[in-house]
């Protein structure tokens, strides 16, 4: 793809980072070079290169060079440490690593565990030289430019993807060359994209739903605007100074959004669509987005082992609640224990397939299928259609808890913690209870400090809940969730003893 725009637009902006602005003839050519300079390292096609970077030019070149050559590359969170880092890169079978000066201590501290990376395949992007690595730039710079041909098919493996960690151990989704192509087209399709869309990703690239926006942006040949990291008054500053069109964030994200002021239509006029996903956005939220800028969520629900939902911004003021319809080419069913469908209105499993499903997990033929069964993914999370067809979420199964014998969804009391005024988000999750086996404990994040308290709060939702059981047992004000990368609310963290346990503030 890079090379026939190259060829048909080669001054069309591709890339913009800070003062960087790359047109796409030019970033052919250092994909070109980078993918040359890996094959004279040795690294060819299968073998696995990994980033450990923070968002950079350099980490998108790492992505396009490696599909030149049918490497297959290993996004890893700069975010991760110790024995959850050595682990990943044992587990992947990793070749060549490339980071930076500023997560680059913490390779060091695994590195006698990972002998099987040649020496001379640690590559550092900094300027500045570090003892044991070798120079990104160096490598690139004395390498070819020419278009490298390595005979890759759709089947090749193009992605190794770690699950974020909100389930335990994490596992490596292996997503193909084909699986990424119809990522630019069926999305690109989906969000209304075109050569002249500017798309803004603000957030990890590491994170799957990073290439929601990514690859329509370059498949379809539009200008891809990367931001280092997060900051909502960079993002609307950056929509109006680069006319943005597109951009896809965590629901975290969007809510830090809705906390300045100047998010509104006529600042961000150019801006056609805001994508939610990654975890479930609360109706509170969609109603201010809607309010501020009408007319342009689109939300996603989905696996990144390859089934998705879409709400279309069109379809929002009909469904306002819904997470939407499958599209072209994908299946869903609600299914209860035994695999049976049920019936419209009625909570279920969620299950899919798609021409996005993964080839399975890497090295973990048993845990494939446990998840895919008949060619059908099974989701593990729970959910209802309507007349229409159109998806809603109750909950993620692992997030249910058992109050008393009665399944308890977190989901329906934190849509009402965030309706109070003075909360800005909310996670509620089961915690040990001697008489109920378990109650629900809402963790809040409020808009000011000291607004309202824990107390006073608790009251609050437990006068507007729907039944005795969904009261929450405890209200613990806090500074931050513990996230993953991507921005996810780790419940999984929180469910800790020693998490839930603190009366101490985060």
């Keep these: 793809m890079l090379a026939a725009h190259a060829r048909h637009q080669p001054d069309h902006l591709a890339v913009v980072f800070g003062q960087r602005r790359i047109g796409y003839r030019d970033f052919d050519r250092r994909t070109n070079r980078v993918a040359n300079g890996f094959g004279a390292l040795g690294i060819s096609k299968g073998d696995k290169a990994a980033t450990f970077l923070s968002n950079s030019p350099e980490l998108l070149e790492v992505y396009w060079a490696s599909a030149k050559i049918g490497a297959v590359v290993v996004p890893l969170s700069p ?11 044992k ?24 002998g099987a990376i040649r020496a001379d395949r640690w590559l550092l992007i900094d300027a500045a030289a570090r003892p044991g690595y070798g120079s990104y730039h160096a490598v690139v710079d004395e390498a070819d430019d020419a278009a490298p041909s390595a005979g890759v098919c759709g089947d090749d493996p193009y ?14 989704i292996v997503l193909s060359q084909r699986v990424r192509a119809l990522y630019g087209t069926l999305f690109g399709l989906a969000w ?7 798309v803004l990703h603000s957030g990890s690239l590491c994170f799957n739903g990073a290439f929601l926006t990514l ?17 909502p008054e960079a993002v609307i500053d950056t929509i109006a100074r680069e006319r943005v069109t597109h951009m896809f964030m965590v629901p975290s994200q969007i809510v830090a959004l809705l906390g300045s002021a100047r998010l509104v239509a006529a600042n961000v006029p150019s801006l056609r669509m805001l994508g939610a996903v990654g975890a479930p956005f609360h109706t509170e939220h969609r109603e201010e987005l809607a309010r501020r800028v009408p007319g342009v969520f689109h939300e996603l629900y989905g696996l990144t082992e390859g089934f998705m939902t879409i709400l279309d911004k069109d379809q929002y003021a009909a469904k306002p609640t819904s997470v939407g319809v499958p599209p072209p080419f994908f299946d869903m069913r609600i299914v209860d224990e035994d695999g049976r469908d049920v019936a419209v209105g009625e909570v279920g499993e969620i299950i899919g397939r798609s021409p996005l499903l993964m080839s399975g997990y890497y090295k973990r033929p048993d845990l494939t299928r446990e998840v895919i069964v008949d060619g059908w993914l099974h989701s593990g999370d729970m959910g209802y259609v309507d007349e229409d067809g159109f998806l809603y979420l109750v909950d993620r199964a692992k ?21 109070h005024p003075a909360v800005r988000e909310a996670a509620v999750f089961g915690v040990p209870s001697e008489k109920w086996g378990e109650s629900p404990l809402a963790a ?22 729907e039944a005795r059981y ?32 603190r009366k101490t503030r985060i």
């Excluded at 975010?79 to 890169?89: E, F």
């Excluded at 190794?160 to 490596?172: A, V």
């Excluded at 997030?399 to 849509?415: A, C, K």
């Design 79 to 89: 975010l991760l440490r110790g024995k959850g880092l050595a682990t990943l890169l």
């Design 215 to 231: 690859m329509p942006a370059f498949v379809l040949g539009s200008t891809f605007v990367l931001h280092h990291h997060f900051d």
């Design 399 to 419: 997030d249910m808890l058992i109050s008393g014998g009665v399944n308890v969804y977190p989901r329906d009391i934190e849509e009402i913690v965030v309706r």
């Design 470 to 501: 969904q009261q929450v047992q405890e209200v613990v004000v806090v500074d931050d969730f513990p996230r993953s990368a991507a921005g996810k609310t780790l419940k999984r963290v929180m469910r800790e003893p020693y998490w839930a346990g």
């Design 192 to 198: 209304r994209m075109g050569p002249e869309s500017v």
């Design 444 to 465: 809040v994040i409020l808009r000011e400090p000291g607004a309202v308290s824990a107390d006073e709060l608790r009251g609050w939702i437990n006068a507007r809940v």
């Design 91 to 114: 587990d992947a079978d990793v070749g060549l690593v490339v980071t930076e000066q500023g997560v680059a201590p913490f390779l060091d501290e695994v590195r006698p565990e990972l």
């Design 159 to 172: 992605n190794i993807i770690y699950s974020s960690g909100t389930t335990g151990l994490p596992k490596g």
